[in-house]
């Protein structure tokens, strides 16, 4: 229901819900519209604000979403309620803290079955950061192994609340809701109003990319007020444009006049690139500009590297394309065009983590209709050279510098932390050992769970570890991790070579303790992918010029003696003899078709089983 737009800060309440994944965040947002009479029960379906398919189907929170409920409290008051949905997952942690930067509070949302899980103690952490007001929820209570009492304690003890102030409730049936409507009218304090005059400061905490309205802003006016039409100002890019349209989220966008100190809403940029809008930047009015931008921006940083390349050639053009129309609604997707010798032309893309890689590979295949093939991810090295104290950054292992040019490398290391029982301690342990983490402390919650924190190695986080950690304690663990610094480590350069000609995207930078596993179980796997020719051909796994491992793939043999039936010897020897010449040229001239599978064999070499355990 639309609010008046001269609405006073007194009567706006910003808030956000935090959870972990899947502990009922959306469902929770949708019953709150449906009670607030924001969208009509003809028109509701589920997950309203979660308007990706792929965010449907892995029940998930991709994007940021706002929406503005007008609400009737019980003090006959009418309020204005500006709820900014966020991503659940730790790839998205900055959207997440900019999204509690335009928040005066917090609904933390906790499952009565499952507890606190590691992710919503990053998020409260991060709330508690930004002083935002607490509001915890204890959903699902109808589930039948529910236990309450229990997680209410747990929320207690861990946020400092007291049992009157957590709320039961299921989304699912709408228990709750209306209490907690009005825990947020009582407990969420107004956004200050004392920057009503003062020049506009206006947080964008997400965008959009619109073919017709340019890049569209979703902000959060922190000082001052903005009419429709005037000029404004991007503070981090210096970029200047005109407000197309001003409008707020319903959920679906409506525009208004003007939007003043307190309001969530949307601005329409007209600008053509969503990096000159990135998310954490401030905007301006052009004629009065603020003195300062407002505090806590920095650019998207990727974390994770890969390589992008369509598995038919023809279709480059079309992965260009794709990748140009993805970025409109990414800023935070890098990419560059590179070159492999195996694979042909491609991107060199940057993520933010690998749920993100995955999210990106994902919508191409899907809205693009094309069959991509992704290298092995990698992580960002620094790497100093000898003489010159030069600094290079190297997120690609075909682009490291030879063995004797390398004075040192740095890779990044990760905090990590881990919820899970305490049965599972010696499980999480043994993964974690074999990743070359350093355990940093134990913290027990409760009698049965226990928390674990170490610092790791990104690159020992990004393959299969967290699908590790969860069979080996049967789904129960959760984790989280941000990044602590990067550190001097003993990495070597792991070449391929097939037919000794080195494959470029099968190489992988790895710490020198774990190359001989990784290569013998690298070569193991290739000579079963590897389709046999009619010459042998040699796999190998190398360091420098040191060849660490070696498999052999059989020729397949004709049996040239077939004709012969009896007679001399040396009839069959002149025989065998030309087929071995014939071979020995084959080999020189031929070439090995490399399969896609063979690609992929390197995804799954994250920690061999056939390494001997350090603990």
Known sequence: MPMSEQSSTAHIRNFCIIAHIDHGKSTLADRLMQRTDTIADRDMSTQMLDTMDLEREKGITIKARAVRMGYTASDGERYELNLIDTPGHVDFSYEVSRSLAACEGALLVVDAAQGIEAQTMANVYLAMEHDLAMIAVVNKIDLPNADPERVS?????????????????????GTGVAEILEAIV???????????????????????????KGVIAYVKIVDGSISDGEEIRVMGTKKNTDAIELGFFNPDMQATSSLSTGEVGYIATGLKVVKDVQVGDTITLAERPAATPLAGYRPAKPMVYAGLYPADSEDFPILRDALDRLQLNDASLT????????????????????????????????????DLLATAPSVEYEVRMINTDEIRRIDNPSDMPSFGEIEAIREPWMHLSVIAPSRYIGAIMDLTTNRRALFEEMIYLDE???????????????????DQLKSRT????????????MREANLVKLDVLVNGQAVDALSVITHRDDA????????????????????DVPIQASIGSRIISRETIKAMRKNVLAKC???????????????????ARMKVVGSVEIPQDAFMA??????????????
């Open 474 to 485: 049967q789904g129960y663990a959760s984790l989280d991790y941000s990044l602590a610094d």
């Open 335 to 370: 990419y560059e065009p590179e070159s492999s010798m195996a694979l042909g032309f491609g991107y060199r893309c940057g993520f933010l983590g690998l749920l993100h890689m995955e999210i990106v590979q994902e919508r191409l295949e899907r809205e693009y209709d094309l």
């Open 516 to 535: 001989y596993y990784k290569g013998r179980e690298l070569v193991q796997k290739l000579r079963q992918l590897i389709p046999r020719q009619m010459f």
């Open 186 to 212: 009582k407990n969420i304090p107004p956004p200050p109003a004392d920057g009503d005059g003062n020049p506009l400061r206006a947080l964008i905490f997400d965008s959009h990319y619109d073919s017709y």
């Open 153 to 173: 304690k747990e929320v207690g003890k861990f946020i400092g609340l007291l049992d009157d102030e957590i709320i039961p409730a299921s989304a699912k049936n």
């Open 565 to 583: 039936y009896g007679g001399d010897i040396s009839r069959k020897r002149k025989l065998l003899e030309k087929q071995k010449e014939g071979k």
């Open 602 to 615: 390197v995804l799954s070499i994250g920690s061999s089983s056939d390494k001997p355990s350090s603990s």
């Open 448 to 466: 049965d769970r226990v928390q674990l924190k170490y610092d790791i190695p990104l690159a020992e986080l990004i393959v299969d570890f967290y």
